[in-house]
C-alpha cells in the first residue's frame, strides 16, 4: 500500500528513539520519548489551501523536526507506522 498525501500534507517515518544517553545510560522503555526528527518519504502538491497558495519546500529523503503533539499516526501494517502532518507543523529541514 502507498500513502499519497493531498494539498500541503507531508508523511513522515519517526526516526528510532536512542535507547542510551550520551554517558551510557540505557533508559528503559517507558523512558524513552517518541522522536521529533523524522524522514520525509511522500510529499502533497501543495496549490491553494485556505485561500492561500502553499508552494511545498520539503522533498522527498529530507530529515526534518517537528511539532511534538502534530499530525495523525497511521499504521499500515503491523511494522510500518507514519505521521501525516501539515507542512507548517515542520519546524527545521536537517542538513
Not at 520525509?40 to 502553499?54: H, L, T
Request: without cysteine.
Amino acid at each position: 500500500m502507498k500513502l499519497v498525501p493531498l494539498a500541503d500534507r507531508v508523511v513522515l517515518k519517526q526516526m528510532e528513539a536512542e535507547t542510551t544517553t550520551a554517558s551510557g545510560i540505557v533508559l528503559p522503555g517507558q523512558e524513552k520519548e517518541k522522536p521529533q526528527q523524522a524522514e520525509v518519504i511522500a510529499v502533497g502538491p501543495g496549490g491553494m489551501v485556505d485561500g492561500k497558495e502553499v508552494a511545498m519546500t520539503v522533498k522527498k529523503g529530507d530529515h526534518v523536526i517537528y511539532s511534538k503533539y502534530a499530525g495523525t499516526e497511521v499504521k499500515i501494517s503491523d511494522e510500518e507506522e507514519y505521521v501525516i502532518v501539515k507542512q507548517s507543523d515542520i519546524l527545521a529541514i536537517i542538513k
